[in-house]
């Protein structure tokens, strides 16, 4: 892709993504008997039905290639129940699920358990991003439990559950 004729600045644009509010999710998959995941908030909803999503993940994170050759994902969406599972799946720890309780899914990737939603997906598109992946996939089971998200704001977590309503 041709360079831009201006960009901004990158700490303006720090400043910028500090502004956006998200939730934050496991994004896993199985590199043959092993689990691998990481903690990604680039995730979005792309259309309800058909019940289409997006996750974006950096090219140079250990566990991008598992997720590239894999046919299913699990995005799992955090709960307020995780601090713990954030810190590990933003890591770089060799054994991620070493103490984390999960399942397998329908189609065979690790659910975690405590999540406040689940979904298992099948990768439709690939999407080179400059130094990202986007993968566009299509859902194939979500369930959702009785715990609160986790929220995301300029790098700090926030009870979903406890948020005050505008007006
Ligand atoms: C709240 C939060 C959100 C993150 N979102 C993303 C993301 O959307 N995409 C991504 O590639 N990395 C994201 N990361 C960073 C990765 O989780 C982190 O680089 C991790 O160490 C990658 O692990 P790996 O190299 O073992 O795959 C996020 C980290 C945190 C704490």
Redesign the pocket.
Known sequence: MAPLASKPDLDVMKQVNRRFVTG?TVVTAMDGQTPRG??????SSISLDPATVM????RT????DCLFRADHLAINILSTDQLDV?GT????ADD?FKDVEWESGPCGSPLIARSSAQMEVEIRERLQAST?TVFICRVVHASVAERHPMV?SAGKFFDGGALAPLG
Not at 38 to 43: G, I, S, T
Not at 55 to 58: A, G, I, R, S
Not at 89 to 92: N, Q
């Open positions: 934050v990481l903690a990604v908030n680039a995730f996750v974006c993940v950096q994170s250990s566990t991008h954030v799946f933003a890591s770089k991620k990202h995301y």
